[in-house]
């Protein structure tokens, strides 16, 4: 209909004036998408908002009593949590930033022909699903086996100790089998925004920066680094959000010493059934890290790329 | 010694690679193994019994189907409602653009478990029953905002131009549409619904929180490490390791192929 009436609009000459009809398209288009995000994604924080000031019982219903020392509550008696969770997400995207960088380098520089099948075999852990390949770390990390075992010879598992990241020779059940998985777990996100950025960096600005007699080192410093810095912020954010959110790292591998904020907003949800405190803890989550991602991004100085 | 200098990022590399494989590797070869007991986390013996009875397990092939039904279901309705929003958000100039760009942007940018607990509060307020379509639902949002990227990443990159080529040749707005901007923008939108397709067929967090009883694979994955590790699991991981390596290598023979071909013309 519409096709063809500016179709003969067109054939009689006239020329394309945008009409109402025309201006109310993207509005169209945006409709049921925005609604459905709206109806789902907004409209639950909204009732989550409620749930957390309300009180009662599951047998006698919950009201809305602006109750707020339930935040008040949740947080003094999980703050452990919340400092657990900050410590292992961010300490697993120290270590995803460290382990990944020189592979998305490696990726980006020095792969020539291999860099196509190196690529899938960054993304190709993901086919398997995760849960799965989270339980095959039982199987590494199983104590006296080769790696524990390995890491015990060469004296790892005693720096480990001393920074209180497990007890004895032991790994899983230890914050850093929990660590450990999160790192895993959360890898690939850290690598594919990296090598996006590195891949776009003018590869003769390497060599400008040698024939102004840079050291390859300090050419990584003045030149690639900061120049993959979208590219570390992005990966940082989609390693460290996501983490610190994380339940299942803590559950498969951890013990009751490691559980992270997510494990308690899942058994408060879905095992005590107190949901006023689950969602207090679920809103507390969500502003620690707003908070910690602000500062962050404040200080990595790009704020534009969010 | 300088050698080891000079290939450090090689190798820096290349372990953290084997990091990232070794799971998948230890998936594979205890799908060959025989357990004494009812976990499968310890090497006893080579059999390959599970392979030759994988759906052998009560109810795991049932959870498999229920996933796939739903990753389908929820690829098609976040693929077309976020091809839509991609389209709108790079085509027109309109004022709430930015608060539009904005709320596709925050639901990847929440931890999940918040986004699964206040979808619960949501349905457990309006007495909804629990189950497929509250999984379905969940999946269908948060796969959009990912649908919505990797569109508009694609239709960015388009030149105008020949939309308007296309319009100067007397084509109508529905077949400039068809024969023009949709061909271009398939890439863009194919790869949102692997995506979307990938995300929902492995959520957990999201589903854990809104299936009540319903089991997808995820939750069997979930409730088995609780009661025991059957090997059927790992064969159904090796399997859609292998499948879906062979796809990306598939995928990449033909574009590289018709890359060439397009050279030698």
Known sequence: ?306 | MRWLRRNIIVIAGLLTLAYLILPNIVVMVFSFNNPAGKFNYSWREFSTEAWQDPCGVADMCGSLVLSLQIAFFATIGATVLGAMIAFALVRYRFKARGTINSLIFLPMAMPEVVMAASLLTLFLNLGAQLGFWTILIAHTMFCLSFVVVAVKARVLSMDPRLEEAARDLYAGPVQTFLRVTLPIAAPGIAAGAMLAFALSFDDFIITNFNSGSTVTFPMFVWGSAQRGTPVQINVIGTAMFVIAVLIVVAAQLISSRRKHSARSK
């Open chain 1, 1 to 306: 209909m519409t096709a063809t009436a500016t179709a003969a609009a067109a054939e009689a000459g006239v020329v394309h004036k945008p009409s109402l009809r025309r201006k109310l398209v993207p509005y169209w288009l945006l409709l049921p998408g925005i609604l459905w995000l709206l109806v789902f994604f907004a409209l639950p924080l909204v009732y989550q908002a409620s749930t957390s000031v309300q009180t009662g019982s599951l047998e006698e219903g919950f009201k809305v009593t602006w109750h707020f020392p339930t935040y008040w509550d949740a947080l003094t008696e999980y703050w452990p949590h919340f400092v657990r969770s900050v410590l292992y997400a961010g300490t697993a995207t120290i270590l995803c930033l460290l382990l990944g960088y020189p592979l998305a380098y490696l990726i980006a520089f020095k792969a020539g022909r291999w860099r196509n099948l190196l690529l899938v075999l960054v993304i190709a852990p993901f086919f398997t699903s995760f849960l799965i390949r989270t339980l095959a770390w039982k199987t590494i990390l199983a104590d006296s086996g080769p790696v524990v075992e390995t890491l015990n010879t060469i004296g790892f598992l005693d720096v480990t100790n001393w920074l209180g990241m497990t007890d004895g020779s032991r790994v899983l059940a230890t914050p850093l089998a929990v660590v450990t998985g999160l790192t895993y777990n959360f890898l690939p996100f850290m690598i594919l925004p990296l090598y996006t950025s590195l891949e776009r960096i003018d590869t003769r600005l390497h060599e400008a920066a040698g024939d102004l007699y840079a050291k390859p080192s300090t050419a990584f410093r003045k030149v690639t680094f900061p120049l993959s810095m979208p590219g570390v912020v992005s990966g940082t954010m989609l390693t460290f959000i996501p983490a610190s959110g994380d339940y299942i790292n803590a559950e498969l591998l951890g013990s009751t010493d490691t559980k992270m904020v997510g494990n308690v907003i899942q058994s408060q949800f879905l095992r005590v059934l107190d949901y006023p405190t689950a969602a207090a803890l679920s809103f507390i989550l969500m502003a620690v890290v707003l908070i910690v991602v602000t500062i962050y991004i404040r200080r990595a100085g790009t704020e534009d790329l969010v």
